[in-house]
């Protein structure tokens, strides 16, 4: 049903006419299309829809009437900031209002107590420029600089630099939601009251655990509209921007932060240093990247890519091992020092040599820019990133490499690299992170049914794995995860949103398109309710 | 089948208990809450047991309080409206220690003591709490969000991925635990987050009022190779604040806390004669700081902390005397270190409980620089309840590189003096509400304290009653506790 003129009018009185849409036009630019996450697979064709209606809020009080005015009249909505997770973040149902945040980007830095407060509109790029200018560092997720905070730390939200903390959740602070149903929650130390958000714990049990699994809900229980993030120590000295775009970077301070890129002799090699740098508790990161990020850096263009990428093969690519490891000068020039002498025992012990590494960084620390993945093909998804163990993160990409074979092409052919993979939370974690990359000129079928095998690997081979909830059928991993997860979070669905109004179908949505889609049919091989188009939607 | 009957069947007849002198050892606690027996007490030895006795419980609508240690401060594990004490002081087994991986795994009856000293044999600890007694379970201070007194590591919370029973009896494994056929996986339980939502903020400070949880997993650390205990006298708290405030973010220390004259003495004192003249003789204050030399180049790491700190307080703070032994205790060093590394031994009265035989803690979050304000205030209600300021006990503890701390005020009384008993909780009481209308935030409300703090947190009550419901619809999980 669309949004009536009345609701319409409504909406209108408390935004402002200005601020609210339902032209085609404006509607169309909401689409779930090009240059995204995920784009061109059947997900993105067959579950998402152009909003009814687009309406952009300033503040919470705003939200909150939005939200309740939708609860009352069966509109669904979708909670929307930068948009970068593609088609999970773009309307499922027709005629949906998507509620664009991108207005609400109040920025509040606390040098002393090293936090911001930020609403979901603000992107990180500002955030990392003023932390650093004020002593301080923020993760910035492989979504980019561009990406909302809010939005990427209750959806994923590390990088190599997660070296210190992996665990995103652990920098969430005091944080204001308007929950389905339009009430508002307030937690950390704002739930006592107060406007101080500079505590994450609230009195008693603590319900961050709403805010996301170990990845994110997608919008599904209510909206984050404001947040305070937790800041880490950086050193005192200026990274100063050189280039020009896009060739653009930070220059480092060499006594305070730099890069070593060290080659090692095997991946036994390579793994032992991270766990050793881990044990050792130094460095600012330390990470192992996909072979075919190097040829994405050198190259300008696609031609370029393909011209450099064309001459690896299976067996340059399974003997290429390189430690990429960050050194911060958190204390002193002499803590650097220090850790770089800690450092270089660790190369000599593992046979690791030094290479001639760039006094700058293009990527991590400011930009975390992960256009360039769209460069070779034109379509690229993170299949799976998890945060686990060491004993964990360098077996996954291997497995995850061979069942690719299956599907290779469409995917592009990557001569069996295993992905990413590094030591988080000084080698008590381990991370490992796997992409794919597809033309979208060919036929994608057999992407969405990768996927979705992924996950059937993952059950059988006993990995944790980010796709869970509604990143993969519910009813597919929910009783192999817990087990029976999926009872559980949809028990807390139901509860706070029980007609399903905030970003519906989700988290069932996968389930959806799997038995929408025909090409998936075959690979349907476990049990879930016949009912749940009408159980993902109850309007 | 009557409930002695079953509830003696899931767990064998020599782990149920209904005698009137084993309920009466679970009625009371150091803390001034009113007594409550249980009914019936069950000792499971394992999680299936443990999920036998929740779902009949659930299903006979019997209140159920797990119960892991056997020492208590807070009134939490007191039964409320009577039911079962389901102990779980059999559930003490250290299931695997990975030093891979720097982890853990055991279960909740597992004691401080038992803990420690099982790590130590393999070269590892975990960072913890001050001084937390020997036979009290490791598991729940972590749970209960103990602060440790390391606070270097950005990662903050060593909690990993664990098993629970829900409310309504069933066994969930949370994290990268919650893999098909764990243990035996990859996925070694290294991450707490997860599946689907993050249930294990759930069980944070809950009491054991949204189920039980039968083991974890925690981060372990390697034990340094060398240390190096700094004292400072401090007279001026803003004047420590501030110094911590310079040297913390640049990640200095292991160990750094604060602790006044009352509180340092009650530690380190043989006796009650011992703690009045040390309580005589130490500094209002005093600033405790640990820096440490880990597994490679430990001389080289110390040495750049000291040659940092020492460029500090030439530079910026020369009337802060760092040095390695406080004036007049000549030797502190060595036996404050074990203080901070062991847990408080069994055989000893806990130092809390030295003093007058019991006390009451309150303790909060706030901002450093707020400490000495709210330390003010606070005395000045302690006075007006003829508290004499100079016996109440305080420790800040520094949080996050001192981003915020928690100050600790420590509240000594004679548990047989019903007139100081509540003269004790009457203080009690105006100083939360003071505290909380001063911006303190309150994250543990036990007994008194959980309505004063929810009358003002009533979004967040409501919402936590609507996922209790979800879970726990008959409220069988250690009712009469926070707001539930």
């Known amino acids: ?539 | 089948m009557d409930v002695k009957e079953k509830l003696s069947q899931v767990v064998g007849t020599d782990a149920f208990f209904d005698d009137p002198a084993t309920l009466q050892a679970y009625a009371t606690d150091y803390s001034y809450t009113p007594a409550g027996a249980p009914n019936y007490i069950v000792k499971p030895g394992d999680s299936e047991q443990i999920s036998q006795v929740i779902k009949f419980c659930n299903e006979n609508c019997i209140p159920v309080v797990p119960c892991s240690s056997k020492v208590h401060f807070y009134g939490a594990t007191i039964p409320k409206e009577g039911g079962v004490i389901m102990d779980l002081e059999k559930m003490n087994n250290i299931l695997e220690i990975d030093p891979d991986n720097r982890r853990v795994r055991f279960e909740t009856g597992v004691t401080w003591e038992k803990l420690t000293q099982e790590l130590k044999k393999e070269g590892y600890r975990v960072i913890m709490p001050l001084t937390p007694p020997a036979q009290r379970s490791a598991l729940t201070d972590f749970m209960e969000r103990e602060e440790p007194t390391n606070q270097v590591y950005d990662y903050g919370e060593p909690l990993a991925a664990m098993e629970v029973v829900w409310p309504t009896g069933e066994i969930f494994r949370m994290g990268s635990a919650s893999v098909n056929g764990y243990p035996k996986s990859h996925s070694k339980g290294g991450n707490p987050s997860g599946p689907g939502l993050d249930f294990y903020r759930f069980f944070q400070c809950a009491q054991g009022t949204m189920g039980v949880v039968t083991w974890t997993n925690l981060k372990i650390e390697s034990i340094p190779q060398i240390d190096k205990v700094l004292f400072a006298p401090i007279t001026d708290l803003d004047y420590a604040t501030d110094f911590l405030y310079r040297i913390l973010p640049r990640r200095i220390g292991q160990e750094v806390l604060l602790l006044n004259n009352v509180d340092l003495a009650a530690i380190i004192a043989k006796d009650s004669g011992n703690f009045e003249k040390l309580k005589a003789s130490l500094p209002p204050w005093t600033l405790i700081l640990v820096v440490s030399g880990l597994k490679r180049r430990p001389e080289e790491k110390i040495a750049y902390e000291e040659n940092f700190l020492a460029q500090v307080i030439k530079n910026e703070f020369s009337d802060m005397k760092l040095t390695e032994s406080l004036p007049g205790f000549p030797g502190l060093g060595g036996k404050i270190l074990q203080i901070l590394r062991e847990p408080w031994p069994a055989d000893k009265p806990h130092w809390r409980n030295q003093v007058k035989g019991a006390c009451q803690m309150l303790s909060f979050h706030t901002r450093p620089l707020h400490a000495k304000r709210l330390v003010a205030m606070v005395e000045d209600i302690a006075s007006r309840h003829d508290y004499p300021i100079r016996d109440i006990g305080l420790y800040i503890q520094p949080i996050e590189h001192n981003r915020a701390c928690k100050p600790e005020f420590t509240f000594f009384y004679d548990p047989d003096n019903a007139e100081e008993k509540a003269a004790i909780r009457a203080l009690y009481k105006e100083a939360a509400v003071a505290l909380i209308n001063e911006g303190a935030v309150f994250t543990r409300p036990y007994g008194d304290l959980a309505p004063i703090v929810y009358e003002r947190a009533t979004s967040y009550a409501s919402h936590l009653k609507r996922l209790k419901k979800t879970f726990d619809p008959n409220n069988i999980m250690n009712p009469g506790n926070l707001c539930f």
Request: charge should be negative; aromatic fraction near 10%; hydrophobic fraction near 35%.
């Open chain 1, 1 to 539: 049903m669309a949004i009536s003129k009345e609701n319409y009018n409504v909406l209108s009185d408390i935004v402002g006419p200005e601020y609210i849409s339902d032209d085609p036009v404006i509607c169309e630019g909401y689409r779930s299309g090009p240059g995204g996450y995920e784009n061109g697979l059947g997900y993105e064709r067959v579950m998402t829809k152009i909003p009814g209606c687009v309406i952009m809020p300033s503040c919470t009080e705003e939200v909150q009437k939005i939200v309740k005015l939708c609860y009352r009249h069966n509109i669904p909505y979708v909670p929307y900031s930068t948009g970068f997770y593609g088609p999970r973040s773009h309307p499922h149902v027709e005629d949906a209002l998507l509620i664009d945040l991108k207005r609400m980007n109040d920025f509040i830095l606390d040098e002393k107590h090293f936090y911001v407060e930020v609403g979901p509109g603000m992107v990180y790029s500002p955030i990392q420029e003023e932390c650093m200018s004020h002593g301080a560092y923020v993760v910035i997720g492989g979504g980019g600089a561009q990406a909302s905070a809010i939005a990427n730390l209750i959806g994923d939200g590390w990088s190599p630099l997660s070296h210190r903390i992996g665990l995103p959740h652990r920098r969430i602070l005091g944080t204001e939601v308007v929950m389905p149903d339009g009430e508002i929650l307030r937690m950390g130390s704002l739930a006592q009251g107060g406007d101080d958000a500079f505590w994450g714990e609230s009195p008693g049990p603590d319900l961050r655990g709403l805010l996301r699994g170990y990845t994110g809900l997608r919008g599904c229980l209510g909206i984050v509209t404001r947040m305070a993030i937790k800041t880490l120590p950086f050193q005192p000295e200026r990274l100063e921007p050189t280039g020009i775009t896009p060739n653009t970077a930070l220059a480092l301070p060499e006594k305070r932060v730099k890069w070593i890129n060290f080659v090692v002799p095997s991946k036994e090699a390579q793994v032992k240093a991270m766990k050793e740098i881990g044990h050792a508790e130094i460095g600012g990161a330390v990470t192992k990247v996909p072979l075919f990020w190097r040829a994405i850096a050198k190259s300008t263009c696609k031609e370029d890519f393909w011209d450099i990428w064309g001459k690896e093969n299976e067996e340059t690519v399974a003997n290429f091992h390189i430690v990429r490891v960050l050194l911060i000068g958190f204390t002193s020039e002499e803590q650097m020092e220090y850790d770089e002498r800690v450092l270089m025992d660790i190369m000599e012990e593992v046979g690791g040599v030094a290479r001639r590494t760039k006094p700058s960084d293009e990527s991590w620390i400011k930009n975390a820019d992960s256009a360039g993945m769209w460069l070779m093909c034109g379509g690229y998804v993170s299949v799976d990133y998890v945060i686990e163990t060491m004993s964990q993160a360098p077996e996954h990409g291997p497995v995850y490499a061979d069942l690719k074979k299956k599907y290779t092409p469409p995917l592009m052919p990557d001569y069996g690299d295993p992905g990413w993979f590094q030591s988080f939370e000084m080698g008590h974690q381990g991370y490992s992170e796997f992409l794919v990359y597809w033309d979208l000129d060919d036929d994608t079928n057999a992407v969405d049914q990768f996927y979705v095998d992924t996950s059937k690997m993952n059950i059988e081979n006993r990995f944790y794995t980010s796709l869970l909830g509604p990143h993969q059928p519910l009813y597919l991993t929910g009783p192999k995860y817990g087990p029976n997860y999926h009872e559980y979070l949809l028990k807390v669905k139901d509860e706070f949103d029980p007609k399903w109004m905030s970003h519906p179908p989700v988290p069932l949505s996968h389930d959806i398109f799997v038995d929408r889609a025909p090409w998936m049919e075959n690979m349907k091989d476990w049990e879930s309710p016949e009912d749940l188009e009408k159980r993902g939607y109850k309007s």
